[in-house]
């Protein structure tokens, strides 16, 4: 079913229009554009009249469309809507359904056309969106069947792309029917196959969107996988993570440090992307954290949003930031169309007066058509009847006359206003160079901050660079003997390792064995080395080594042949196991260890091909 197309609006129909704005059963989104400067019903421009048909024919079948004139009937809807939801001098505004059960402006923003064009993209976008989150696309395409697709390139800076369903021309996806505000480019890439339904109607393919929730979560990322996540909101003590545009995720100050000094913002930053460690909680809801990372840990790719399309997230880019839409700005022909229509609403508009004795009525002189269309009113005689309204009118429009000859007198009247404007208008072009210098210097803190905290949390996790005063081989003095120093620092790496809500969970075992060799192959190990293989040895005694994909746990063999026994302790039957401490790097290393039923005896630590035990 097509959209209503209201056409212009009367100042008559703006309630009508604004009683289906804030209709609460309404689910086809309403778009509304309007004049640039003041004009009435009949002054509406050629060019708005071209958007609104542009606009009609490419959302007119999800979305209703109206024009409004900017003046008298943009100040009534504004009225009648709530605060901040008005839409005025050129812009056009996309109202979803649903406006007072979320009066979040933000998911409405106001949109211009840009320079060349007819129809503002943007626009559209929005319409798109709010048509899909309300659920018209999927129905005016669900009669059409599956459909496979091939993307061939896209258009308008990533608004929309040109797909490939076997027809003669290609057609179009919008960027808001896979999800609204993350680019085309996140999602699909030139040649993708992608699987969805075709509106044939109006050439547009909608791609079928994969769920993603709890379950999803736990099927795709492993108890302790690494993954990727995009930054979604920063407070101090709180982030929202999303794993995927539709699972939002909040962690909080403790998942990202160990100190509880630290604030957020200073290691995370809106719209990149990071890595995290996904963590199944016994509640079954999604989690993350980002305090036990390691930089050598390989990572889980991120899922696709649709069917066919490409993992959505990748590491060391970011979303692009937006700039709001510029305020509207009145020029001298607006300030003109204003004083014209103070001047036709003092000459039209009927009053309703006060009540008074006829006798206190002196004869009022009333102004003939002429004068009052040429914006003075001059005596014309006594009253000839007419009543008290007529002699009402008059009075007003007598003292309006004398207050715009007193501003003319004193020198503040439309030449004065002009002036004035003029001056603003040399201020605003003075306040918008100042503010694209200090956007460019933003942006130039932006970069240094977002460097600071790869930087900062680089070292949070752990470098290969040796550690200062307080390493672990100052903390060996203080210890009588070698396997004392490495019993406690396993406890630490495992107090900085373990969060405090998984430490019943993933408990250090009181028991577990140092080999003869284990603290003479540490001996080669820098600082920084050292500390992760701590951190294995944490994985492997908590049975943790076992979920993390980066730890690489098998089973050590009797040679370096795949097809090689199994190495098994004649006299007692413990099997031999390696973790990775290291990975992608020259000379990895790997911590080998001895398993007999649940005690562990902690081996030795070598390079990738050393395989002796």
């Not at 930089?295 to 692009?320: F, H, K």
């Not at 905290?453 to 003095?477: K, T």
């Not at 107090?495 to 993933?506: C, I, S």
Request: charged residues 25%; negative net charge; hydrophobic residues 40%.
């Amino acid at each position: 079913m097509a959209g209503k197309w209201w056409g212009t609006v009367s100042k008559g129909e703006v309630e009508q229009l604004a009683t289906a704005i804030l209709d609460p059963s309404r689910q086809r989104p309403i778009v509304v554009l309007t004049t640039p400067g003041f004009s009435d019903t009949s002054r509406v421009p050629a060019e708005t009249m071209a958007e609104a048909e542009e606009l009609r024919d490419a959302v007119g079948d999800v979305a209703d469309i109206a024009i409004i004139t900017t003046g008298a009937t943009s100040f009534l809807l504004d009225e009648l809507l709530p605060d901040r939801w008005n839409v005025y001098n050129g812009f056009g505004r996309s109202y979803p359904a649903g406006i007072l059960a979320d009066p979040d402006i933000h998911r409405s923003p106001l949109r211009r056309r840009r320079p060349g064009e007819v129809v503002a993209e943007p626009l559209i976008s929005d319409v798109i969106r709010h048509a899909y989150a309300a659920g018209l696309l999927q129905a005016a395409t669900a009669t059409t069947g599956a459909v496979t697709a091939t993307v061939k390139g896209f258009l308008g800076g990533g608004e929309q792309c040109l797909v490939d369903v076997g027809k003669v021309m290609p057609v179009a996806m919008w960027r808001d029917t896979v999800s609204p505000g993350v680019p085309l480019e996140w999602v699909v890439a030139k040649g993708s196959r992608l699987v969805g339904s075709l509106d044939h109607d109006h050439n547009r393919f909608v791609p079928n969107k994969l769920t993603f929730g709890p379950k999803e979560f736990e099927d795709a990322f492993p108890h302790g996988a690494v993954t990727l996540a995009l930054v979604d909101e920063v407070q101090s003590d709180r982030a929202v993570l999303r794993v995927h545009p539709d699972l939002p995720i909040t962690i909080y100050q403790r998942d990202v440090s160990s100190n509880p000094l630290d604030d957020l913002d200073l290691f995370l930053v809106q719209g990149e992307v990071v890595r995290v460690r996904a963590v199944h909680l016994s509640t079954g809801q999604p989690h993350l954290r980002m305090s036990d990372l390691d930089d050598d840990e390989s990572v889980v790719p991120a899922v696709p949003v649709i069917e066919g399309g490409t993992p959505w997230l990748e590491e060391g880019r970011s979303l692009p930031r937006t700039e709001p839409e510029p305020a509207a700005i009145l020029d001298t022909g607006d300030l003109t169309a204003i004083t014209e229509q103070l001047r036709e609403a003092a000459a039209t508009s009927p009053v309703t007066p006060e009540p008074v004795a006829p006798e206190s009525l002196a004869p009022i002189p009333v102004p003939t058509p002429a004068t009052v269309a040429q914006g003075r009113v001059m005596p014309s005689g006594p009253a000839a009847g007419g009543g008290a309204a007529v002699q009402a009118m008059s009075m007003t429009i007598t003292k309006l006359q004398a207050e715009i000859d007193q501003l003319r007198q004193q020198g503040t009247g439309i030449d004065a206003l002009r002036h004035a404007n003029e001056v603003l208008k040399l201020e605003l072009r003075a306040l918008r160079l100042e503010l694209s210098d200090t956007r460019e210097e933003a942006e130039r803190f932006r970069n240094l901050h977002a460097k600071a905290v790869a930087q900062l949390r680089h070292a949070r996790n752990g470098s290969a660079e040796p550690a200062p005063l307080g390493g672990p081989r100052d903390r060996r003095q203080h210890w009588p003997t070698d396997e004392e120093w490495i019993r406690d620092e396993i406890r630490r790496a495992w107090v900085e390792r373990v969060p405090r809500v998984d430490k019943d969970r993933y408990a250090l075992p009181e028991q577990y064995d140092l080999g003869p060799g284990f603290v003479a192959s540490l001996e080669l190990l820098d600082d920084g080395q050292f500390e992760k293989a701590m951190k294995c040895a944490v994985d492997v005694l908590t049975d943790r080594a076992k979920d993390m994909a980066g730890r690489d746990l098998h089973r050590l063999r009797v040679g370096d042949g795949g097809g090689d026994a199994p190495r098994i302790r004649a006299e007692d039957g413990a099997v031999a196991w390696r973790a990775a401490i290291e990975i992608n790097v020259a000379s990895a290393r790997r911590l080998h260890y001895w398993a007999v039923g649940n005690r562990i005896e902690l081996a030795r630590v070598g390079v990738h091909d050393d395989i002796q035990m």
